[in-house]
């Protein structure tokens, strides 16, 4: 590729002190080389060679770009490398994993007096954008459990959805629904399949290789995986979505940020080795708890006491089963998991998932606040309930910390406070 050749200055000698200070850096010659990372493209606009050239990029008739809105190099450089991870024919990156719900449901079509259908274990926050954002438009969501396919092939039968939304991995019981057979009932009806595949990543599992239609990822989680930059991204198996999706993201316009997605550039390079190592944690942890006495129950799909176990293991590539682990403490009430929360010394107690360090989530105070106790108590969410989201620290100091808490929890009130 040439070297870009800047539009000349005027003579820097007959140029006043704030013009030099605008343009002088800005129009020194390329260099016929290339750096070996993305570059941060922190530009509104783009200039293009000629006002020809600058014309045919607005058409899309000439390759470049013209404004960030409109499509970034940086977030292009994401925007490809996760279309490629996850067997799409393109993506486009969102300010956020719900601007990235968002755009998937319009992208699909969904329209008022549309329906949906939609697994009923899915994260609160998509549950509330089907519910304050999209019932007002006219949109109505039915529930159904993925994992039930009788059940959900009848919701699906009965509405004739436009969409059929399901999670790969749900929060916080981790339930893993059969992806091949949930696009098969929802293509017989007509209705285009979304797929959150946040808690999997394409490491573990490419739903549009299964048919699905679109993938959704809050990237905030395992893709970024370091907590410091909050995007999402729609992954679309068929190319002709493609400048629909485009259109949302300019219209609606939540785009990511050039330096977000650096970030997230970055952390996906090392997706591979931080999902191994989380997931492999994260088995070892699920099977210490399983047989602890203080621990009720532990929800993992790796564990063959989970419902989902075979399903997980057919689904989920190289035998790796996701690296959050959840479980019930015995005998244990709110002050009881509180007083858990406060001794740990190595976990964070923090309401993300997906990150380098260990965090973990409260579902009755953070997640499913919002549900009273018996709507929590119906999906299995009890308030004994604590969600443990797997980083890469060593697996036996995290083991310890977590029963040095178990111990701290039945100490009488105050005892086990954090110093
Ligand atoms: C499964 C799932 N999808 C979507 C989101 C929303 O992502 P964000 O917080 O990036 O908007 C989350 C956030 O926790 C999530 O867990």
Redesign the pocket.
């Known amino acids: 590729m040439a070297p870009p050749v800047p539009r000349p200055l005027p003579d820097p000698d007959r140029l006043g002190f704030s013009s030099l200070a605008v343009h002088v850096g800005e129009r020194l010659p390329g260099f016929d080389t290339k750096p070996i990372t993305t570059p941060i493209y922190s530009t509104v606009a783009f200039e293009a060679p000629s006002a020809a050239a600058l014309d045919g990029v607005f058409e899309g008739t000439h390759p470049g770009y013209c404004y960030t809105r409109h499509g970034n190099p940086t977030c292009e450089a994401l925007e490809e490398t996760i279309a490629r991870l996850e067997h799409g024919a393109g993506a486009i990156a969102f300010?956020?994993?719900?601007?990235?719900?968002h755009g998937a449901l319009l992208a699909a079509g969904v329209r008022s007096g549309d329906r949906i259908v939609s697994s009923q274990d899915?994260?609160g926050?998509?549950q509330a954008l089907f519910r304050d954002v999209m019932t007002p438009l006219g949109v109505e969501t039915r529930y159904a459990p993925a994992t039930d396919l009788v059940a959900f092939e009848q919701a699906v039968g009965a509405a004739r959805p436009r969409v059929a939304f399901v999670?790969t991995i749900?929060?916080p019981l981790l339930r893993v629904a059969d992806l091949a057979a949930v696009v098969a009932i929802a293509r017989k009806a007509g209705a285009a399949t979304i797929v959150?595949s946040?808690?999997a990543s394409p490491r573990l599992s490419t739903p549009l290789a299964l048919g699905a239609d679109f993938v959704?990822?809050?990237?905030?989680?395992y893709l970024n995986g370091h907590g410091d930059a909050?995007?999402?991204i729609v992954v679309c198996s068929n190319r002709e979505a493609l400048p629909t999706l485009r259109q949302v993201s300019k219209l609606v316009g939540g785009i990511l940020g050039p330096f977000e997605a650096y970030l997230t550039l970055r952390g996906v390079k090392t997706l591979g080795l931080r999902m191994s190592r989380q997931c492999e944690s994260a088995r070892r942890i699920a099977e210490r708890l399983a047989q602890h006495p203080g621990i009720e129950r532990v929800h993992y799909p790796g564990l063959r006491s989970h419902p989902d176990f075979a399903i997980a293991s057919r689904l989920l590539k190289d035998d790796l089963a996701g690296a959050v682990v959840s479980f019930a403490l015995g005998r244990a009430g709110r002050a009881e998991v509180f007083r858990f929360m406060d001794a740990l010394r190595l976990c964070c107690v923090g309401?993300?998932?997906g990150d380098i360090y260990s965090q973990l989530l409260y579902p009755a105070i953070s997640?499913h606040r919002a549900l009273s106790p018996e709507e929590r108590q119906r999906l299995g969410i009890g308030d004994n309930l604590v969600r443990l989201s797997v980083g890469i620290e060593d697996p036996e100091d995290l083991i310890a910390d977590l029963e040095q808490a178990l111990e701290a929890c039945r100490r009488p009130a105050g005892a086990g406070a954090r110093s």
């Open positions: 300010s956020s994993g719900m601007a990235a719900l899915i994260y926050a998509t999670e749900s929060n959150d946040t808690f959704v990822h809050s990237t905030t989680k909050t995007g999402g309401t993300t998932v997640s």
